[in-house]
Every structure is written in C-alpha cells, then in structure tokens.
C-alpha cells in the first residue's frame, strides 16, 4: 500500500494552535445556533399521534421502500409532519403506522388535532392507495422520555470513566486519558452543533449514531497513542513533540483509509438508502469524520502540550 505520509517532513504538532483554533471556531459556532435555536426535537421526543391504517393489500418483498417513499410523499401533501412504518405479521406486511407531531394549542384539544390530521391524511393516502382505511388512532407518550435520557447520560459518563481508568492503566498517566477523553468531547461537541446549525431531526436514532460516534474516536484515538507510546521506547533521543509528530505521520495513512472506506459507503446509504435513513446517515457522516479529525488533530496536540509542560 502506498503510503503518502510517512515520509514527509510535515510539523503537524508545530501547527496545533491551527488545529484548534478550527475546532474552536466550529464549535462555537454549533454554540451558538444550539442557544438561539436549539435542537429540532423529533417525535421520539416530544411524543404525537399514532395511526394505523390498513393498506388495501400486502406490501410484497423488496417493494417497502417504494411504498413507504409513495406514502410519505401523500402525507407531505397533507401538510402533516410524520414518521412512517411498515407493519404487519411476519409473513403478511399490510399496515402502515404514521406517527404524527402535535403541537399544542390553547383553542384545540390534542386529540382534536390528530383527529384533523388523520382525515387529511386518509384523503390523501386514498389517491395513492386506493382502498386505505384508518384502523386505530392514538395520542402516545415520547419514545426518549426524560428518565430514558436521563439513564442514557448515566451510561456515557460511566463508560467515560472506564475509559479514563483503562487508559491510566495502560498508559501510566492521566494526560493520556485525559486527551482521549477530550477528543471525545470533542466529536460530540461538533456533531450536535451541526445537526443544530442544519435543524435536522434529533430523534432515537441520533442517540445510537452519538454512542457509535464515541465508540469510533476512542478506537481511533487508541491505535495513535500506542504508535506513540512505541516511538517513545524507541526514539528515546526526541522530544515528546517530535515522536507525537513522527507518529502521526506514520499512522495518518491508516487513519485517512479507515475513515475514507467508511465514509464511502455512508454517503452511498445516504443517497440511496432512502428518506428514513438519512437523518442516521448523516450523523454518522459528521460524527465518523469528526472523530478520524479528532484522533491526529486534538488527541495527540493536547497529549504533546500537556508532556511538554
């Protein structure tokens, strides 16, 4: 394999300031979009309308993704904003979950308003699907409660610390653990600033996409320090700002080829996996090319600042 990086002369650790004054900057700018905007909370989170409507006849294998695109184009014309689901039995797929987001209002009842969305979207269900009728119709409670993400939060700070203790161990110093753990910060930072800045949906997916993300850039994050960690028995004559640098450039081609192969087929399941999965897809897209970032351009830079003083 060719290696375009081994041999160079670059200084990557001299140019840390560049480094972080670009993760700075885009930070900050999530900042500030997530303050005056916020986040745009899905139907995972702020709960709506369940309907289920029975399709005049089964969706046959391979053809959900046609009809579920036919569905959500009816239903955008109705004007109504939903998340759609193919159900059924195991062996006979002819049920169509629609779950809608509603707002509250000081005039109309929450089941006035499903009530009005559901005769709209039956009108225009029936001129793509012929013969639908509503089934079964009901308010439901927030997927990702509070208590849910409350226990999720719990469960990241608790694997943090395992990180930081495993990385102690293995390493015998707490800056190690200490840059991991701020790249981490650092990936996570940057992908709830851009779903932020863009207002794409938050919703149960994204929390899965975030934990991906995490796993992803302590990995990358692992494989780095340990190629320093080796140059550093090796090269016992440099300084640590030397060795962190000659580490990079030996691993950076690893580091660029993983995150290439992965991101090639993410933006080929963004573009042809269909509406549903795009939101996912490109959480992963953000978070994954975040975290191959994070690993040569935060990791290792504040692990060199933190030896050096």
């Known amino acids: 394999m060719v290696d375009l990086f081994r041999e160079r002369k670059w200084d990557l650790v001299g ?21 005056t905007q916020g986040l745009n909370r899905g139907i995972d989170f702020t709960g709506g309308g369940l309907v289920t409507y029975q399709l005049p006849e089964p969706v046959r294998a391979g053809q959900e993704t046609v009809t579920l695109a036919r569905a959500r184009e009816a239903i955008q014309e109705a004007g109504v904003d939903a998340r759609l689901q193919i159900a059924g039995t195991a062996t006979r797929k002819d049920q169509l979950l629609v779950r809608t987001r509603v707002t509250t209002e000081t005039d109309r009842t929450q089941d006035d308003i499903l009530t009005d969305q559901s005769a709209r979207m039956q009108e225009e269900l029936a001129k793509a699907f012929p013969g639908v009728q509503a089934v079964a119709k009901d308010m439901v409670t927030p997927v990702v409660s509070e208590e849910l993400m409350r226990n999720a939060l719990w469960a990241v700070l608790a694997g943090c610390v395992f990180i930081l203790t495993w990385i102690r161990i293995r390493y015998f110093d707490f800056k190690w653990a200490g840059a991991a753990l701020l790249a981490l910060a650092h990936d996570v930072l940057v992908l709830v600033g851009v779903f932020a ?110 030896k050096e003083r």
Do not use: C
């Open 15 to 35: 140019y840390r300031k560049l480094w972080f004054a670009i993760s700075l900057a885009v930070i900050l700018t999530g900042s500030y979009f997530l303050a």
């Open 197 to 306: 800045i863009t207002q794409r949906e938050i919703n149960s997916p994204f929390v899965a996409a975030v934990l991906t993300v995490v796993g992803y850039s302590v990995h990358d994050t692992i494989v780095l320090f340990d190629r320093i960690r080796e140059n550093l028995r090796l090269r016992r004559g440099s300084t640590f700002a030397e060795t962190a640098n000659r580490s990079l450039l030996e691993t950076m081609a690893r580091s660029v080829n993983t995150v290439l192969t992965v991101l090639f087929v993410l933006v080929a399941v963004y573009l042809l996996g269909g509406a549903s999965l795009r939101d996912f897809t490109f959480a992963l897209i953000v978070g994954i090319t975040a975290g191959g970032y994070s690993s040569i351009f935060v990791a290792a830079q504040v692990l060199a600042v933190a």
